[in-house]
């Protein structure tokens, strides 16, 4: 079930085009759905056959459900028609945010799945399981397999349910992984800007891309979200206040501590939960009809974890306030690696009171942040980089620094409240960071 | 929010039109911008003949009359929604426009356009209502504009409809909407100096800004779309 709207929770078919065993031309409609007077053409981006309605018309389904198959040959469809009545639980995508957050693409269906089917849930048709040894890989192990002439059939995907990643295709070939693809801080935030592999011509682009020269590629379900998110933040009044924090201490804390398993993204959500406690403005949002200021009863640090495939996600750690440093650090990985295999549960990515986006790892020096919608503030933090700090008293010493930059949204929040907040946190980080793990 | 002010084509119609004309002019103008998503937007304002529509998944038990000898013309057609009546005195606003440019949201869609309605009846110094979960605007409990929409790859097609002075008898064979014991009303019964044509141009300027569009007549370049 697409969404056709960010409040849109669930939809009703009101008819299919196709009816089981129908020839589907790429681009052609399939179905309708109705969410409250508004009707949408629920059109294939594959060509291929209807093989099963899983929703029939009349019925509501929330939105992320599968509700129909198209595979890609005839013969696949009795396959499917076979299985599928008998399976209800075939390849249920969980339903997708309700409101504001990204929804994830429906997963990959699980192995037990008839056929190398593909789900109508969104405009956008998921890879296939495996059960009757076709090849599933990532859109981007495809891209990769093809630039770097791999043959994916040869194959043992490390992906969920044996799907082939992108890493597989490049230890085919003998080539080191390169950048990690989910562009989270789980690295130090220090990162020496040489790191950015201009080196060796490799064959494969260093940088990621969708598409190749030429090409143009629909968006995926996740990138159509992650769009209309960021459509709707245009109708949010934001400003920006810019802070640049010493992080000598901090990264001298952080190297103590990486060895007990702590992330640089823990240590900087867990600050920034302590200090918004103290902020309670700054952790409020304006309610969706613009009357109010919403204040959440928890502080719940969402940041911002880029997918493989396209689109991003922004896993949420909850009372990061509250929560130990240590608990947050080992809910974090898990929902990393959730959120790869796109098995978060909406809850655990749609609920964050606040944004953090951290690009440090790349050696970023600074950037800003679109704010997602529901929420009254994202902050974004760049490298910490060694720099010729001046001292009042005119002394010169070399300092680790970053910058972080805060977007707000100025109904809730003004300057005087951004400058307090952003000063109590470098307060934290510059002279105690140690009392986060406390 | 920086109004984009995109170039739009406003055709017009001044003396009522039959729905299926105005129904084949917008499929024409949906399928244009479909197969060129980055033209310009168009708009159609007109009044209908009198009719009865049903949204695609409508239900035929609100209709108080049988089907298949409808007292005006029936149309089933490829909107959401309910049964709904259309007559002279009622303006009638058919955007066809690439949503993608206009936040890709189809509930955001809806609500714009009751927006539009709330903004032409503040101009007359009504206060506009929306009613929870009952798209549509209202005054004082009654349904003044019905709106209700289509589209295909984010091309959207119908619209809303302001009963402005038109005869509401025609509403009477119908549920509205599906909607009992939710009277109609028109804007003539709170601003009795009013009429249709007098509220074409505050219609048209309220819905131009709202969609930060610039309207402007149709050219002979844009082809040829007789209403």
């Known amino acids: ?438 | 929010m920086i109004s984009p002010n995109l170039d739009a084509i406003l055709f017009e119609a001044t003396v009522p039109v039959p729905f299926e004309r105005a129904w084949a002019v917008q499929r024409q103008l949906q399928q244009r911008l479909l197969d060129y998503p980055e033209g310009p937007d168009t708009v159609v304002l007109l009044e209908h003949e009198p009719c009865y529509t049903l949204g695609r998944g409508a239900s035929e038990a609100f209709l108080r009359f049988d089907p298949a000898a409808p007292p005006l013309p029936l149309h089933r057609i490829d909107r959401g929604g309910e049964v709904t009546h259309h007559a002279p005195g009622q303006l009638v606003l058919y955007p066809v426009l690439n949503l993608q440019r206009h936040g890709a949201d189809l509930h955001l869609y809806l609500r714009q356009l009751e927006q539009v309605v709330i903004d032409v009846m503040a101009g007359l110094e009504l206060q506009g209502e929306r009613i929870d979960g009952l798209t549509g605007v209202w005054l004082e409990g009654r349904k003044l504009a019905a709106i209700g929409v289509g589209a295909r790859r984010w091309i959207s097609q119908h619209g809303l409809a302001l009963n402005v002075d038109c005869d509401l008898a025609g509403f009477a064979a119908v549920v509205p909407c599906g909607l009992r014991d939710r009277p109609v009303g028109r804007l003539v019964d709170w601003r009795p100096q009013l009429n249709a044509q007098q509220l074409r141009q505050p219609l048209l300027d309220a819905f131009a800004s709202r969609f930060g569009l610039v309207l402007r007549p149709s050219n002979p370049q844009d082809g040829v779309f007789k209403l």
């Open chain 1, 1 to 438: 079930m697409p969404a056709l709207s960010s409040t849109m929770t669930e939809g009703k078919i009101v008819e299919w085009l196709k009816q089981p065993g129908d020839k589907v031309e790429r681009g052609e409609s399939v179905l309708v759905v109705e969410s409250d007077k508004a009707d949408m053409d629920v059109e294939s981006f594959n060509e291929g056959y209807l093989a099963a309605v899983l929703m029939p018309a009349g019925g509501t389904a929330p939105v992320g459900e599968t509700i129909g198959l198209i595979v890609e040959t005839e013969a696949e469809i009795a396959e499917v028609a076979a299985k599928a009545p008998a399976e209800p639980a075939v390849a249920p995508a969980p339903a997708a945010a309700p409101a504001p957050s990204a929804p994830v693409t429906p997963p990959p269906a699980p192995a037990t799945a008839p056929a190398p089917a593909t789900a109508v849930a969104a405009p956008v048709v998921a890879p296939a399981s495996t059960a009757s040894g076709r090849v599933v890989a990532s859109p981007r192990a495809k891209k990769l397999a093809s630039q770097l002439g791999v043959d994916l059939v040869a194959l043992r995907g490390s992906g969920p349910h044996g799907r082939i990643q992108a890493e597989d295709v490049m230890a085919a070939t003998g080539q080191p992984i390169t950048v990690p693809r989910v562009a989270e801080g789980s690295g130090p935030a220090y990162a020496p800007a040489a790191s950015n592999g201009a080196a060796a011509p490799a064959p494969a682009p260093a940088g990621d891309a969708f598409g190749r020269p030429g090409e143009s590629v629909n968006f995926n379900t996740l990138q159509n979200a992650v769009n209309r998110n960021m459509f709707a933040s245009l109708a949010v009044p934001c400003f920006r206040v810019g802070y640049t924090i010493t992080t000598t201490k901090l990264d001298a804390f952080y190297k103590q501590v990486k060895p007990k398993g702590l992330t640089m993204t823990a240590l900087l959500a867990k600050a920034v939960g302590v200090v918004l406690a103290r902020h309670p403005q700054v952790n409020a949002a304006t309610s969706a009809d613009g009357t109010a200021m919403a204040f959440p009863a928890s502080v719940n640090v969402a940041v911002a974890v880029a997918m493989e495939d396209g689109g991003l996600i922004t896993p949420v750690l909850a009372n990061a306030d509250k929560t130990d440093i240590y608990a947050m650090a080992r809910n974090w990985a898990d929902l990393v690696a959730r959120a790869r295999s796109k098995q978060l549960q909406p809850e655990e990515y749609s609920t964050g009171t606040f944004t953090l986006s951290n690009l440090g790892m790349f050696g970023v020096d600074r950037f800003d942040a679109i704010l997602p919608p529901g929420t009254g503030a994202i902050l974004a933090v760049a490298a910490s980089r060694p720099a010729v700090v001046a001292g009042k008293d005119g002394s010169i010493r070399v300092a680790n620094q970053m910058q972080v930059n805060l977007t707000c949204d100025h109904r809730t929040i003004y300057g005087a409240q951004a400058a307090a907040f952003l000063k109590d946190l470098a307060h934290l980080i510059e002279t105690n960071p140690e009392s986060l793990a406390f």
